[in-house]
């Protein structure tokens, strides 16, 4: 009966941890995953039961012993493979299709977890705040150095972030040019030259 109650509350917290995870911690942690984990946990459950399970005769050879243990292995690592393909644990490069403009690539760059720009910066309330918020930027930027035009303070930040510090906030940012390709770092300056 411990067992039992002890599998439900495991579970239970599976299904509803996803829930408490908020946008900014940035982890992912989907159906697969989910019903991944509730499959491992009524395995090891299982495993319980045949623990406390009255004894059965003993495998007639060592062969028979070894080969039942190849194959419960070989199960699971395949199982644990076809739900790495199926639901990869680490995003991959999103390979972009004509449609998408260089702006929406430039949201996608901001938002990838590469990238870790909205780990520190917020766009429209969502976001890290160890930068300054960046939902009016392209209008800030004009502002922030004199005699410097929006777009080429952009691109200072960008490439040389320590050039200039907003006040309040630490010269924390990383030269974000040495993370990304140039076609990234155009699209991303696209995306936040329309943040007015």
């Known amino acids: 009966m ?3 109650i002890a599998v439900v509350a495991i579970i239970a917290m599976i299904w509803l941890f996803p829930f408490f995870l908020s946008v900014e911690s940035g982890i992912r942690f989907g159906v ?12 090891v459950a299982f495993l319980f039961y045949l623990i406390r399970a ?6 007639e050879s060592a062969g028979k012993a070894l ?11 395949g ?18 299709s004509a449609a998408d403009t260089p702006v929406e690539n430039g949201k996608v760059v901001f938002n990838d977890p590469n990238a870790g720009c909205f780990l520190c910066h917020a766009i429209g309330g ?12 392209a209008t800030m930027a004009s502002k922030r150095r004199p005699g410097m035009a929006a777009e080429d303070y952009l691109k200072e930040s ?9 006040p309040t906030y630490d010269n924390i940012m990383p030269p974000i040019a040495q993370r990304l ?13 329309t943040l007015k």
Do not use: W
């Not at 009255?54 to 495998?59: D, G, I, L, R, S």
């Open 158 to 166: 960008l490439f040389n972030p320590g050039a200039y510090v907003v």
């Open 54 to 59: 009255p004894a059965t005769a003993p495998p």
């Open 32 to 43: 697969p995953y989910r019903i991944f984990f509730t499959l491992l946990v009524l395995f």
């Open 67 to 77: 080969g039942s243990a190849a194959i419960v292995f070989v199960v699971s690592i």
């Open 181 to 193: 390709p140039p076609e990234k770092l155009s699209d991303l300056l696209n995306y936040l030259m």
């Open 2 to 4: 411990r067992i039992l």
């Open 126 to 137: 969502a976001g890290g705040t160890r930068g300054p918020d960046l939902s009016h930027v």
């Open 79 to 96: 199982l644990v493979v076809l739900l790495a393909n199926f639901a990869p644990q680490f995003a991959f490069e999103r390979k972009g």
